[in-house]
């Protein structure tokens, strides 16, 4: 089974995914990370955000091994990220890499912008979640201090929106929920309440399917 998480920033689609696939023994890939370090590539070899021919390149050199680097977890990455992942030659060289980690056995959870609507259309169960931008500010300024970087939660708040307005209106597999996706609102969940809405949802999936 193929699970697709979708959602705007900081909704906590992540960590939805992780403990999803934890629970049902599923392979888990947070597919913002690949962004994150197709961004953190071209900063660190001094390109511009919109090169996209070295994007591309680094897009296909990306090295899975590397993906638990810390620095990808920043703010500044992942509004960097935004900014490649606009670049509709940057999604077409990660594609392929997505659909292989969710075709392979014995499931698997990925969580992004665009699992259901593009890298996998046909995934069994699709999730999109969503909570309040102030709910979101908060969340990313408190991971950020926690980090021991310094984050001013107003301006987190401006960057979260600007982000949800770059990665809803690009042109190439904007963020949107898919026709058949089935809406979390996280704003008030803790993380526990949250994981059990989510495994509702692919349960009454799973009984809909086994009865149809
Ligand atoms: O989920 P995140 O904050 O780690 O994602 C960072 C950026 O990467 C996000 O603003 C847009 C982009 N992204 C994307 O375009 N498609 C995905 N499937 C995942 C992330």
Same mark, same amino acid.
């Given at each position: 089974m193929i699970i697709a998480i979708d959602g705007p920033a900081a909704s906590g689609k992540g960590t939805l995914g992780r403990l999803l696939a934890a629970h049902y023994g599923y392979r888990h890939l947070d597919t913002g990370v690949i962004y994150r370090a197709v961004a953190h590539a071209l900063i660190s070899a001094g390109h511009d955000l919109n090169d996209e021919a070295a994007a591309v390149s680094a897009a296909r050199g990306l090295d899975p091994q590397k993906f638990g680097d810390p620095a990808l977890k920043s703010h500044p990455v992942g509004t960097a990220a935004s900014v490649v992942s606009a670049i509709p030659a940057v999604r077409a060289a990660l594609l392929e890499f997505q659909r292989d980690f969710a075709a392979a056995p014995p499931g698997a959870v990925l969580d992004g912008r665009d699992i259901g609507t593009v890298i996998c259309p046909d995934a069994e169960v699709k999730i999109f979640v969503v909570a309040d931008p102030r709910v979101r500010a908060r969340r990313r300024t408190l991971e950020a201090r926690s980090r021991g970087e310094a984050a001013d939660e107003a301006a987190v708040l401006a960057d979260i929106l600007a982000r949800d307005e770059r990665d809803q209106n690009r042109a190439v597999a904007p963020l949107k929920p898919a026709a058949d996706a089935y809406l979390l609102d /996280?704003? /008030?969940?803790d993380i526990e309440a949250g994981v059990r809405a989510a495994i509702d949802i692919v349960e009454a999936v799973r009984a809909g399917r086994s009865r149809g």
């Open positions: /996280n704003s /008030n969940l």
